[in-house]
Structure formats: structure tokens, C-alpha cells
Nanobody
């Protein structure tokens, strides 16, 4: 089971760090990703990390502003979000899948999902 937290209300230009922790299992051998969904819009890929090697993959819309990372000791994946703007307002969800093959932005390939955490950016 995945647990996401760290969302909240922030002013445009500010920062937030989201966390995704797995209960009952290790992230070893998994790809962990963040997706987001704004009201009335489709779910959108944000970033992915391959746990075993630390390689990352980002959506163009957030590249250079967001950083995905992992903490092996805490079995947690983070999404550091900087220079937030109103377009980043969304529910953010972490997801996991077996880390094989190419890194993917397709939400259908992810089998485990967290409950989501809401990020609201005020302009």
C-alpha cells in the first residue's frame, strides 16, 4: 500500500515536497512515479524513478522545476516541486510497477496507487 503526503496550499513561486511511502514492502525492483490530475482534466504523468539504479524520467512540463528522488533507508520517494504556478494545482498520486523495460509515462502500466495528496497553488 502506498501513502502519499505533503500537499497543501502554496503561493505561486513557492515550493512543496511530496512523499510516497510503501507499507509492508520495499520499493526494491520497482519503478515509482508521480501522476497528477487537475479538476476536469485527464491524469498526467509527472516523474518516475527506477528504484534500483536511481534513473529518472520527467514530463517536459515540469522539467527543471521538479525533482524526484528516493531514500533507501526510509523506503520513500520524494517529489520536490519548486517554482510552482497555478497550472501545477492538482491531486498528486504516487504509483508503482515492476521496474522492467523502458521507463513509462503510461498510468495503465502501474498496478499500485496511493490515495493522492492535493496541491493548490494560489496566484
Amino acid at each position: 500500500q502506498l501513502q502519499a503526503c505533503g500537499g497543501g496550499l502554496v503561493q505561486a513561486g513557492g515550493s512543496l515536497r511530496l512523499s510516497c511511502a510503501a507499507s509492508g514492502r520495499s520499493f526494491g525492483g520497482y519503478d515509482v512515479a508521480w501522476f497528477r490530475q487537475a479538476p476536469g482534466k485527464e491524469r498526467e504523468f509527472v516523474a518516475e524513478i527506477r528504484w534500483n539504479v536511481g534513473s529518472t524520467y520527467y514530463a517536459d512540463s515540469i522539467k527543471g522545476r521538479f525533482t524526484i528522488s528516493r531514500d533507501n533507508a526510509k523506503n520513500t520517494v520524494y517529489l520536490q516541486m519548486n517554482r510552482l504556478n497555478a497550472e501545477d494545482t492538482a491531486g498528486y498520486y504516487c504509483a508503482a510497477r515492476i521496474g522492467l523495460g523502458p521507463m513509462l509515462a503510461d498510468s495503465n502500466k502501474y498496478s499500485s496507487w496511493g490515495q493522492g495528496t492535493l496541491v493548490t497553488v494560489s496566484s
